[in-house]
């Protein structure tokens, strides 16, 4: 995953399904200001619908504005180490270079707080550079508030952190919080056959029970084994 750093532009990162009205509010100001031009949706599909209702009226591609600014990252923090293993780790990589660049404004969003760490939707407009004038000022941007962003990539470093460890607790088999799930799959075709070998990929998985199952599954082994007892079986 590359980030661009050669635009005026957002990146939305990791938001799924979600479109907090703090997120929101923070992408439709900064667009107003002349801060952003673009706004570019990663894995984060109902962004761009959501702002183009009301109150925020804003839309993805904006025209043009001056040069000299700083891009801005959304990133949302994984609701899961499931997901953060799916996903995060390539989108966290991605965000960590930015962050140790310098070159764009990161902020952090945390669902479980409804907010954003390290700050407030203040704080993240703060540290964006607005053109003299705002809208699409052809003049350059002037650089945002220093203490804000540094306070903002401060804690979204200390969040990455934090899910790497949480994240290399499930890799470790003799980790303490380590979890072994054992997931019952129903069904006996080929799907159920797919889903199954999905689910075995995960360090979280323990053990995979297809029930009944079918010849594939009974001799794929690893993680995989039909059900002892199905149909006679």
Do not use: W
Request: proline share 4%.
């Amino acid at each position: 995953m590359t980030l661009n750093n050669n635009e005026m532009k957002a990146q939305i990162i990791g938001f799924g399904a979600r479109a907090p009205d703090e997120v929101l509010a923070v992408l439709s100001k900064a667009v107003k200001d002349g801060c952003i031009a673009t706004i570019d949706p990663v894995r984060s599909q109902s962004i761009g619908l959501a702002l183009s209702r009301a109150p925020y009226r804003t839309f993805l591609n904006n025209g043009s504005i001056g040069g000299g600014g700083s891009n801005l990252i959304l990133y949302s923090l994984p609701t899961s180490v499931t997901e953060y293993l799916s996903f995060g780790g390539t989108e966290a990589s991605a965000v960590r270079s930015a962050i140790l660049s310098g070159n764009s404004v990161v902020a952090v969003y945390d669902p479980a707080t409804s907010s954003f760490l390290g700050g407030s939707s203040e704080t993240v407009l703060a540290s964006l550079g607005g053109a003299p004038g705002g809208g699409n000022s052809d003049e350059l941007h002037v650089r945002g508030d220093e203490a804000a962003r540094g306070a903002l990539a401060s804690a979204a470093l200390a969040a990455l952190s934090k899910l790497d460890q949480e994240a290399a607790g499930q890799l470790d088999p003799a980790s303490s919080t380590k979890r072994n799930d054992v997931v019952i799959v129903v069904g006996s075709g080929g799907r159920e056959h797919a889903i199954a070998v999905a689910l075995a990929k995960s360090p979280l998985v323990a053990d995979v029970i297809c029930c009944p199952g079918n010849g594939g599954t009974a001799v794929e082994g690893g993680k995989i084994r039909n059900a002892e007892g199905v149909n006679g079986k």
